[in-house]
Structure formats: C-alpha cells, structure tokens
C-alpha cells in the first residue's frame, strides 16, 4: 500500500527548545493532517492543511503543506513537557482511495 | 472528551471467549472507522461504514466482525482471538468517508488476548 515516511521516529529534547518532523512520499496529497496521541488516549487533530504551499499555525505548532504536494513538515516552538506524545501525520492521496493514510509517527519526549 | 466515546477501555480475553467493543459518537457524523494500533507500526484501517453501509473491509479475518446499526454506534465483535490480536483498538468518525476535514478518534480500548 501507499507509505509515509515520517521522521524522525523519536526525538528528546530539552524543555524550551523548537522541535521539527517532518512526512515525505513519493505520492501527492491532496491533504495533510497531523495529529497528536497522549498515552491512554486516541490520536487527536492538532492541524488540517488542504492546499500546496498552506502554512498554518495552532498556538505554538506550524505545519505547512509542502509545494510538491509530497511532503509536510510540523514545527514546535519552544517545547514545554506538556508536548510529550506521539505525533503522526496523514493524508489523503490524490486520485487515491477515499481512506486516511497514517505515518508510523514520531514519539516526542521533552526533559524539563 | 473528544464526542467519541470507547468502551471498554481495557479488555483481558481468552482465545476462546467472545466479546465486543462499542463506540459511540453524537458529533453527527455520518462516517465511521474502526483502526487497529499495533506498536512501532502504522495506524491499520479495519473497516469504514459510510451511511450505515460498510465501504471497506481491510481483509480483516473473520474472527472480527463489525456492525453498525445506526450512523451513531459502532461495534466491533471478537471471537477466538490470538495473542497477536493484542493492540490498542480505535474508533473514528468524520463527515463522511472523505473525512477531508479529519476523523475524530476515540480513547481506544486495550486489548489483550491471553
């Protein structure tokens, strides 16, 4: 089936520090979302971004919609131990089944 | 609370019993998902329902069966499982089975077959 390529797989930083992963195919998206999961709990949507070159923002979090429509990228800035988790992205491809296709994700621990 | 409700959230089952999973969202979503997550792997989509009709079945074997008996429920019924059935099982709705603006997840439930 159809892979994303999410990395890195895990990251430790310090508290304070700005954070980047980033989710590469060899396929167009049509969409790309990325999501958040604490331990215990499902996945939850941080942000959706739907055209090329889309750079949007939530609080602290950036992600951007790459150009080629192949890629995105979500930035943190100066983490806090609160961001701990796993974050995945997602996205629909083009021309492809209707169905989200999940990168493996990356596990994100913050030292305070 | 995300409007996506799972139950149980843990679950011990021998190979031999039968139980089942329910979720249950009131976000008028008419689309609904049930995910499998293993660890160090990609979320795995089982099923999709779409208006009540299941749309996909991901070549799931039968000793999982799903039922959807209106666009807000959700079950997932298990029957002689194996110990590699052990994962965190998800739940998810959206607007339809595009779901372009994102699905909603459920807390999950965590199953372990002994």
């Known amino acids: 089936g159809q892979q994303l390529n999410q990395s890195p797989q895990s990251m430790f930083i310090q508290e304070g520090e700005d954070v980047s992963m980033n989710c590469t195919s060899s396929?167009?998206?049509?969409?790309w979302l990325w999501y958040k999961q604490e331990p215990g709990e499902g996945p939850v949507l941080l942000i959706a971004l739907y055209k090329a070159g889309e750079l949007t923002s939530n609080g602290r979090l950036t992600a951007q919609f790459g150009i080629t429509r192949k890629d995105s990228f979500l930035n943190i800035s100066a983490s806090i131990p609160s961001d701990v988790g796993i974050y995945f992205c997602?996205?629909?491809?083009?021309?492809?089944?209707?169905?989200?296709?999940f990168g493996k994700g990356t596990k994100l621990t913050v030292n305070p | 609370e995300t409007g996506v409700t799972q139950t149980p959230r843990h679950l011990v089952m021998g190979m031999t019993n039968k139980k089942s999973l329910k979720c249950e969202q009131h976000?008028?979503?008419?689309?609904m998902y049930w995910y499998k997550q293993s660890a160090k792997k990609p979320l795995e989509l089982m099923f999709v329902?779409?208006?009540?009709?299941?749309?996909e079945n991901n070549s799931v074997p039968s000793r999982f069966s799903p039922e959807c008996p209106n666009s807000s429920h959700l079950f997932l019924h298990l029957h002689t499982l194996q110990p590699e059935d052990s994962a965190l099982y998800l739940c998810?709705?959206?607007?339809?089975?595009?779901?372009?603006?994102?699905?909603?997840f459920g807390s999950g439930t965590r199953l372990t077959v002994v």
């Open positions: 997602a996205g629909h491809l083009q021309g492809g089944s209707e169905k989200l296709v």
């Open positions: 329902y779409s208006l009540e009709e299941r749309v």
């Open positions: 976000l008028g979503h008419n689309a």
């Open positions: 998810a709705s959206s607007f339809g089975a595009l779901g372009s603006y994102g699905y909603t």
């Open positions: 396929s167009i998206f049509n969409t």
